[in-house]
């Protein structure tokens, strides 16, 4: 079992940065693939950001290349998101997840296997 707990989410004007913070324990950090996703109202969660358990390999959609960054620390437990340049459309409940090491790479929300509660980010034009 692995306890996540999600914090750093906010108001921010667009063009603003923030850093989203994901303390795990329970099971050996190490032993998960971490990712971020995210939903927006009426919309389906998506795949944001993910990271190797060991930290060397991310990946990231899309829309947010060039303006996230994924990272861990694992000997503080934690992933992070730093997320720059923000967009309006990057409004949405952001959730860190944790899956076998093998799902890294997955962009499907259902082969992670633990969730945070979620943290808000809402982005103001």
């Known amino acids: 079992q692995v306890l996540l707990v999600e914090s750093g989410g906010g108001l921010v004007q667009a063009g603003g940065s923030l850093r989203l913070s994901c303390a795990a324990s329970?099971?050996?950090?190490?032993?998960?693939?971490m990712a971020w996703f995210r939903q927006a109202p009426g919309k389906e969660r998506e795949f944001v950001a993910g990271v190797s358990w060991s930290g060397l390999s991310t990946d990231y959609a899309d829309s947010v290349k060039g303006r996230f960054t994924i990272s861990r620390d694992n000997v503080k437990n934690t992933v992070y998101l730093q997320m720059n340049n923000l967009k309006p459309e990057d409004t949405a409940v952001y959730y860190c997840?944790?899956?076998?090491?093998?799902?890294?790479?997955?962009?499907?929300?259902?082969?992670?296997?633990?969730w945070g509660q979620g943290t808000q980010v809402t982005v103001s034009s």
């Open positions: 329970g099971r050996a950090f190490n032993d998960y693939a």
């Open positions: 997840a944790a899956g076998t090491r093998q799902t890294y790479g997955s962009m499907w929300w259902p082969e992670y296997d633990y």
